[in-house]
C-alpha cells in the first residue's frame, strides 16, 4: 500500500528568516611563471578573494508587499465593477416593470458581491500594511518599546 496521503490543501511552509546568497570571485597577482618558494605564480603572488552577500530576505518582503497590493487592487476592481452591475441593474428593475423583482434580485446579489469583494480588498490592505511592518522589523528600521 502506499503510504503516500492526499491534501487538498497546500500549507505554506515558513521559510527561514535571513536567507543569504553568496557570490565568490578570487582574483591572483604576482608575476606570471614558476619561481618563488614553490607556488605558482612567481614570487610574490597572492590571491585576493571578494565574497559579496546579499540579504534575499528584503527582497522577499518586497515581493509580499508588492503581491499583497495587487491583490488589493483586484478586490477594489471587484467591488467597483460589482457595485457598477448593481447601480445598472436597479436602474433596469425602474425601466423593466416586467422584469422587475429579476432585476431586484440580480441587484441585491450584485451589492452582496461589491460588500464581499470590498471585504477582501480591506483584508489584503492589512495584509500589506503587516508584511510592511515585518520588513521594516527585519531591517532593524522599526524598534518596538515597552513604555
Avoid: C, N, W
Avoid at 604576482?30 to 565574497?51: F, K, L, N, P, V
Avoid at 491583490?71 to 448593481?86: D, S
Amino acid at each position: 500500500m502506499s503510504e503516500h496521503k492526499h491534501h487538498f490543501f497546500h500549507h505554506k511552509e515558513e521559510k527561514p528568516q535571513e536567507e543569504a546568497v553568496i557570490y565568490s570571485e578570487t582574483t591572483e597577482y604576482g608575476s606570471g611563471g614558476q619561481g618563488g618558494y614553490g607556488g605558482q605564480g612567481g614570487y610574490g603572488s597572492y590571491a585576493e578573494t571578494a565574497t559579496e552577500v546579499i540579504d534575499t530576505a528584503k527582497e522577499d518582503y518586497e515581493k509580499e508587499i508588492k503581491h499583497h497590493k495587487h491583490k488589493e487592487h483586484a478586490g477594489e476592481l471587484g467591488a467597483m465593477a460589482a457595485g457598477a452591475y448593481a447601480l445598472y441593474e436597479k436602474h433596469q428593475a425602474k425601466k423593466d416593470p416586467e422584469h422587475a423583482h429579476r432585476h431586484k434580485i440580480e441587484e441585491e446579489i450584485a451589492a452582496a458581491a461589491a460588500v464581499g469583494s470590498g471585504g477582501y480588498a480591506f483584508h489584503e490592505h492589512h495584509e500589506k500594511k503587516e508584511a510592511k511592518e515585518e520588513a521594516e522589523e527585519a531591517s532593524g528600521k522599526k524598534h518596538h518599546h515597552l513604555f
